[in-house]
């Protein structure tokens, strides 16, 4: 199984960037697949998930209204559209997914990284002020 993120980067306030997660050697769409990151000195926190048939999102509340997840089945992938930028979303952005994306415990533990089976690499963003 391989999770890989990309498309971090340098960005000023205000920017937007997308994040993108390709996911190779599982059955992608019966995952159920979330974002995580994690700045320097702090734990990984919960950004957003999203469920197998991608119609149940949940979001971080600092993030609802700037970030945008999505995925796409039929090309094993999973993305994070992230617009208005601000300094404090500098962090490693990590992808994972959750085996079991069909059952109900997914919409009680979806935002628990230890429920996550399945990690990404992470992927570098930094936005300056």
């Known amino acids: 199984v391989q999770l890989q993120a990309f498309g971090g980067g340098l960005v000023q306030a205000g920017d937007s960037l997308r994040l993108s997660c390709v996911v190779s050697?599982?059955?992608?769409?019966?995952?159920?697949m979330a974002w995580f990151r994690q700045a320097p000195g702090k734990e990984r926190e919960f950004v957003a998930a999203?469920?197998?048939?991608?119609?149940?999102?949940y979001y971080l509340d600092s993030v609802k209204d700037r970030f945008t997840i999505s995925r796409d089945n039929a090309k094993n992938m999973m993305y994070l559209q992230l617009n208005s930028l601000k300094p404090e979303d500098t962090a490693v952005y990590y992808c994972?997914?959750?085996?079991?994306?069909?059952?109900?415990?997914?919409?009680?533990?979806?935002?628990?990284?230890?429920?996550?089976?399945?990690w990404g690499q992470g992927t570098q963003v930094t936005v300056s002020s």
């Open positions: 994972a997914a959750y085996q079991g994306g069909f059952g109900v415990a997914w919409k009680i533990y979806y935002n628990q990284k230890g429920r996550y089976d399945y």
């Open positions: 999203i469920s197998w048939r991608g119609d149940i999102t």
């Open positions: 050697g599982l059955t992608f769409s019966s995952f159920g």
